[in-house]
C-alpha cells in the first residue's frame, strides 16, 4: 500500500473541500449572519492542511484496491473533520465531537442531528448543512475525480469503493467521464427542484436547501418541524416525487435521458423497489385510517406516502410525528429503514437489490428441499447472477447484522432504552435520520453519552460506504507491505 498516494489524493480532496467552504460566504454576507469568518479560517486550515499533503506527498503513478479503500474511507473522515469546524469555530455547536457528529451526519447523507432548534444557526450554517448533503449524496470522491483528471491517476479502484451495492455500472469507459455524466444528471435533478418548489411557495434559500437535501436523500432542513413547517402539500407531493427519484439508480436516469426507455423497463430491481415501497404507502394509509390517526384518506396517503418514501430511500424528512403513529405503522417503518434504494443511488441501507437476491436465493433453497436434484441459477434482467455475487451478498448481511448488534449493545450498555438505542443505530447505520423514542422525528441525539455519538459516527459513514471498506481496515493483513511516502524534498 502507497502512502503517498493515499496522502496526495487526500490533500486534494481537502483543498477542494476549502473550496466549497468559500460558497455559504455568500449567503453569511447576504443575510449578513456574521459566520463568514469562521468559513473563511475552516477554509484557510483545510487549505494548508491540503496543500502540504499534496505538495509534499509523492504520488505512484498506479493506484490497487488497497488504496482506493483506504482514501475512501480517511476521506469521509477528514471531510468530516474539516466540515465540522464552521460550526464548532461560531460556537454554534461548542462540542467539537457533536460538530463531527452533525458534519457527518451531512456527508454520509444521514440527516441525524444533535440540534434543538435549527434556524438558530443561521443562513450561511444551514446552506453548509445542506450543502454536505449534496456534495456527499453522489460521493466526494466521485466528484472530485470528475473535476480533478489533473491527478493523472486512474480512478476505477475508488469508484468501486464508493458507489453502492454489489455491482458497479460504468455507463462510459473512463471514470471521470462516468462521474461527470452522473453529476450532471444530479445537477440537472436539483435544479428542476428548485425551481419547482420556488413555483410551491419556497423562497429561493429554502428550495435550493432542500433540493439538495432532497436529491442527496439527506434530509436536513432549515426548519425544526422539517417539511411539516411549509403546511403545503404541493411542496409535500413534490419532495415525495423527487425522494422516489433519488432512489432510483443514476444510471438508469442517464440512460432515460438518453432515450433509452426500455432500460426503465427492464430493471427488475426498479419494479421490486417500486412495489415495496407502494406496498407500504398503502398499508400505512389503511392503519392510520383504521386507528383513527387521520379522518380523511386524503390526509392518510399524503402523510403515509412522505414518511414511507422519506424512510425507505432515508432521506429522513417528516411531515408527522410517525412516532405517535399506530405500532403497525411503526413496525413497517422501521423494515423500511433496513432496505434502502436502488443500487447506484443516493440512498443508504441495505439496498433493494441485496433484498431481492436474498429473497430469490432464499426461494431457491426452499425449492430443492421438494426437489434436491433440481439444478437451478438466479437471475436478475434475465441473467445469471454469479455465485460469488450471491456470496458477497450473504457475507455483506452477516456483517451487517453482527455491527448493528454490536453497535446497539454499545449503546444501549450505557443506559439508553432499547428503542431509542436499536433505532438509533439503525437510524446511523442505514443512513436514515430519525429513529424512534428519544431520537424520534421530533427529538434530536444530542442527549446521548459522548462514547455513544462516536459509535454512531462510525455507524455511519459503515453504512454510507456499505461496511466492507471500513471492515477492511481492522484486517491486519491490510497493512502488510506498506510503503511510506516519498517527500518531494527529498527527491534528487
Known amino acids: ?258 432515450g433509452n426507455l426500455r432500460a426503465f423497463a427492464r430493471s427488475e430491481e426498479l419494479r421490486f423497489y417500486l412495489g415495496i415501497g407502494i406496498f407500504a404507502t398503502i398499508l400505512v394509509m389503511f392503519a392510520n385510517i383504521l386507528f383513527g390517526t387521520y379522518e380523511s384518506w386524503s390526509d392518510s396517503l399524503r402523510y403515509g406516502a412522505f414518511q414511507v418514501w422519506s424512510i425507505l430511500t432515508g432521506t429522513g424528512f417528516s411531515t408527522a410525528d410517525f412516532d405517535s ?7 413497517t417503518l422501521v423494515t423500511l429503514m433496513f432496505m434502502g434504494g436502488m443500487a447506484g443511488s443516493t440512498t443508504g441501507g441495505i439496498k433493494q437489490v441485496r433484498i431481492l437476491m436474498f429473497w430469490k436465493f432464499t426461494r431457491m433453497q426452499i425449492k430443492k428441499l421438494i426437489h434436491p436434484k433440481a439444478v437451478e441459477a438466479i437471475k436478475l434482467d434475465n441473467r445469471k447472477v454469479p455465485a460469488e455475487v450471491i456470496q458477497s451478498i450473504l457475507g455483506y448481511l452477516s456483517l451487517y447484522m453482527l455491527v448493528f448488534v454490536v453497535a446497539t449493545m454499545i449503546v444501549t450498555g450505557q443506559g439508553t432504552d432499547i428503542i431509542t438505542g436499536s433505532t438509533a443505530v439503525i437510524a446511523t447505520l442505514n443512513n436514515i435520520g430519525p429513529g424512534l423514542g428519544g431520537v424520534g422525528p421530533c427529538q434530536n441525539f444530542a442527549g446521548l453519552p459522548d462514547l455513544s455519538k462516536a459509535v454512531l459516527i462510525i455507524c455511519m459513514v459503515a453504512g454510507r460506504l456499505e461496511l466492507y471498506t471500513i471492515a477492511v481496515l481492522f484486517l491486519p493483513k491490510y497493512w502488510k507491505d506498506v510503503h511510506y511516502p516519498k517527500w518531494r524534498w527529498s527527491r534528487s
Open 325 to 331: 403513529w399506530a405500532p403497525v405503522c411503526k413496525i
Open 1 to 258: 500500500m502507497r502512502l503517498g498516494t493515499i496522502g496526495a489524493l487526500l490533500g486534494w480532496l481537502l483543498i477542494f473541500l476549502s473550496v466549497a467552504l468559500l460558497l455559504p460566504i455568500a449567503f453569511s454576507i447576504y443575510y449578513d449572519d456574521g459566520n463568514w469568518r469562521f468559513f473563511v479560517i475552516s477554509s484557510a486550515i483545510g487549505f494548508l492542511l491540503g496543500g502540504t499533503l499534496a505538495w509534499s506527498c509523492v504520488s505512484e503513478p498506479e493506484m490497487g484496491h488497497r488504496e482506493g479503500f483506504a482514501i475512501v474511507a480517511f476521506g469521509w473522515l477528514a471531510a468530516a473533520a474539516l466540515g465540522a469546524l464552521p460550526y464548532y469555530l461560531s460556537g454554534a455547536i461548542p462540542s467539537y465531537l457533536n460538530a463531527c457528529f452533525e458534519s457527518m451526519s451531512g456527508f454520509t447523507t444521514t440527516g441525524a442531528t444533535i440540534l434543538g432548534e435549527v434556524e438558530a444557526l443561521g443562513p450561511s450554517l444551514l446552506f453548509w448543512r445542506a450543502l454536505t448533503h449534496w456534495l456527499g449524496g453522489m460521493g466526494i470522491i466521485v466528484l472530485s475525480l470528475a473535476i480533478m483528471p489533473i491527478l493523472g491517476i486512474g480512478g476505477m479502484q475508488l469508484f468501486q469503493a464508493e458507489m453502492a451495492g454489489p455491482t458497479k455500472d460504468r455507463l462510459v469507459p473512463r471514470i471521470q467521464d462516468t462521474a461527470r455524466i452522473l453529476w450532471s444528471v444530479y445537477f440537472i435533478l436539483t435544479a428542476v427542484e428548485t425551481g419547482l418548489l420556488m413555483m410551491a411557495g419556497m423562497g429561493f434559500f429554502d428550495a435550493i436547501c432542500h433540493a439538495f437535501s432532497t436529491l442527496s436523500t439527506g434530509g436536513f432542513s432549515t426548519r425544526t418541524e422539517s417539511i411539516a413547517a411549509f403546511h403545503n402539500p404541493w411542496i409535500d407531493s413534490i419532495i415525495t416525487v423527487f425522494i422516489i427519484i433519488a432512489g432510483i439508480n443514476f444510471s438508469l436516469h442517464y440512460r432515460l435521458l438518453s
